[in-house]
């Protein structure tokens, strides 16, 4: 919290994205008795659970909800099931625009909010709760494609063809964005992370309308209300925008995804913004002498800088477990 508040804490803390997840024995063997993931994200015993299990083992410095970034168009009423990824119908008129009910949300998310109060309960002073939502271009972006994408070209295709729906869209899961996070808030979390995981694929003459005015609406909302959180924003593969989005958002923290060179974005970024990431997933599968050259690279980049220590990306299921180990011990030893 103190990172995220523009202190150059060192050694910087520390968690990793997607750090609840199938690279931990205790996850699949969880996973193995209730298969079907909505029920994992939507029952408070076992998403706290699991939410846990990888403080337990690593005591990373913050913990992260374990839900995913479309619980929220489910609890709109659009419907989802989980496959290899996410399976949703594809939005494509006005008319499956108006079935979203930001009404019911709110107490279809309660199992999710009350995952956060028991998570929050069961922590120690010391460990941040982060909750988080998809930001709303990249939740658009899986709504109109109907799932995951490559690159998201029917997402890409309304923006353009249609812009007045494709607005429309993102500006009301704005809202139901403002309305979950405040709730996830209220229940505990400390800080929040916005996803935008597929920010990149936009053109620069429309990343400023999806991803930096709605990102921007969404921190200074939750702002208002509650001084003291924090937002923590994550444009993937945002690219020359990325200091754009570090300076209109107003987030507290910009997430560096694998392809950014922290000591660029160090230069680039206004004073008192902190960074977040960005260790290649990649580096902690190979582990040795790989792992330690790029974790270092990044230390020494950052060092002086408000920084959490993360990757640049999920981590991936086949990662070793005492890689991550070896990079807990290597940054708290910086
Ligand atoms: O066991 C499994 O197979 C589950 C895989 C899984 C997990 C662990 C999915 C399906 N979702 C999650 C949880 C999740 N998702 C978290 C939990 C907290 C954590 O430990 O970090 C978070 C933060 C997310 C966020 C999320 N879901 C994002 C944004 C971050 C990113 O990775 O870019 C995205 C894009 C999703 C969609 C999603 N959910 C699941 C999958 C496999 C995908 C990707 C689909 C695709 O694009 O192909």
């Known amino acids: 919290m103190r990172a995220l508040a523009g202190e150059p804490v060192w050694p910087p803390p520390l968690w990793v994205m997607r750090q609840a997840g199938r690279y931990l024995p205790e996850y699949r063997a969880l996973r193995a008795e209730v298969p079907d993931l909505l029920t994992l994200f939507t029952t408070p015993d076992l998403a706290t659970e699991i939410t846990l299990q990888p403080i337990r083992r690593f005591g990373f410095d913050a913990a992260i909800l374990?839900?995913?970034?479309?619980?929220?168009?489910?609890a709109l009423g659009h419907p989802l099931r989980f496959a290899e990824g996410p399976v949703l119908p594809k939005l494509s008129d006005p008319a499956s625009l108006a079935t979203l009910d930001l009404n019911?949300?709110?107490?279809?998310?309660?199992?999710v909010i009350e995952t956060v109060r028991r998570v929050r309960a069961r922590l120690d002073a010391k460990t941040a709760l982060i909750g988080f939502a998809g930001a709303p271009f990249t939740v658009a972006c899986y709504m109109v494609e109907g799932g995951g994408s490559a690159d998201f070209a029917s997402a890409r295709l309304m923006a353009h063809?249609?812009?007045?729906?494709?607005?429309?869209?993102?500006?009301?899961?704005?809202?139901?964005?403002i309305a979950f996070l405040t709730q996830q808030l209220e229940a505990g979390a400390d800080a929040v992370m916005l996803f935008d995981s597929w920010a990149g694929v936009l053109p620069p003459s429309l990343f400023g309308a999806h991803v930096i005015e709605s990102s921007r609406r969404i921190t200074e909302s939750l702002k208002a209300r509650f001084?003291?959180?924090?937002?923590?924003?994550?444009p993937r593969l945002a690219g020359l925008m990325f200091p754009a989005y570090a300076?209109?958002?107003?987030?507290?923290?910009?997430g560096m995804d694998t392809s950014v060179d922290p000591?660029?974005?160090?230069?680039?970024?206004p004073e008192g913004v902190a960074l977040q990431g960005n260790l290649d997933p990649q580096a902690l599968v190979?582990?040795?002498?790989?792992?330690?050259?790029?974790?270092?690279?990044?230390?020494?980049?950052?060092r002086g800088h408000p920084f959490v220590f993360n990757l640049g990306h999920g981590i991936v299921p086949?990662?070793?477990?005492?890689?991550?180990?070896?990079?807990?011990?290597?940054?708290?030893?910086?």
């Open 161 to 177: 063809a249609k812009p007045a729906l494709f607005s429309k869209l993102v500006s009301l899961l704005t809202q139901a964005t």
């Open 227 to 234: 001084p003291h959180a924090r937002v923590i924003g994550f």
């Open 286 to 302: 190979a582990g040795g002498m790989a792992l330690e050259s790029e974790t270092r690279a990044i230390l020494t980049a950052m």
């Open 66 to 74: 374990f839900s995913d970034i479309l619980i929220l168009p489910w």
């Open 263 to 269: 000591a660029v974005a160090r230069r680039l970024v």
């Open 318 to 334: 086949h990662t070793p477990v005492d890689h991550v180990c070896a990079l807990v011990q290597m940054v708290r030893n910086a």
């Open 104 to 111: 019911r949300m709110r107490e279809r998310v309660e199992p």
């Open 247 to 254: 300076a209109k958002t107003s987030v507290d923290a910009a």
